[in-house]
């Protein structure tokens, strides 16, 4: 049975940092869909170059399009296994057509995890969060805000959508949209709260336990 996850959270909860490291140990790809439309611009697919257009315009993305970004991702063979999807769904829309995509692939239930922490230590985060200003990958938690980027050995900067006047106006609109995706997954029993106030390692180790037990759980249900 594949292990199908949705990573939920706000910015500077560590969902990125998560879901690659859960990704990686468990073998299944890490689909972000800043990742898919950059990767799907590269390679010409004809969805991503029209979803680049629109933000190219300064217009929204519509869930028709990033659903059908998402699908053509989905359709690869190394996600045949199983996905940790992060960014994908934002509104009940896209999560509705993402329950109708794992029906269609059969692989499995869709678990999803909200990781939860507290809005003052999310703002002390992102203020301190730095970002190659080179290949654009975030600093890992704790690391020197002088260090160079262990991918590409750029220059770590400050975000320029990290200051904190920005940082609260990002978070009240997280948690507006949000909101009612959280409402949509609440009640199915493979939905899970981590608490992600914790060190790295803790919520790492927590995300495995909840992880496997809805998977199980939602095995058992199916």
Sequence with gaps: MGLNIVMLGPPGAGKGTQSARFARER????ISTGDILRDGVKEQWPVALAAKAKM???ELVDDDTMVAIVRERLSRPDAKPGFVLDGFPRTVAQARALDQLVEERGSGPLVVVDIVVPEQELVRRLAERRICSGCGTNAEPGEAAAAACK?????????VDDDRNVVMERLKVYQRTTRPLVEYYRERPTFRVVNGAQPPDRVAHELDTVIDDAAAVGGAVA
């Excluded at 073998?27 to 890490?30: F, I």
């Design 27 to 30: 073998g299944l790809p890490k």
């Design 56 to 58: 190219d315009r300064g």
């Design 151 to 159: 991918r590409c050995g750029g220059e770590m900067v400050t975000r």
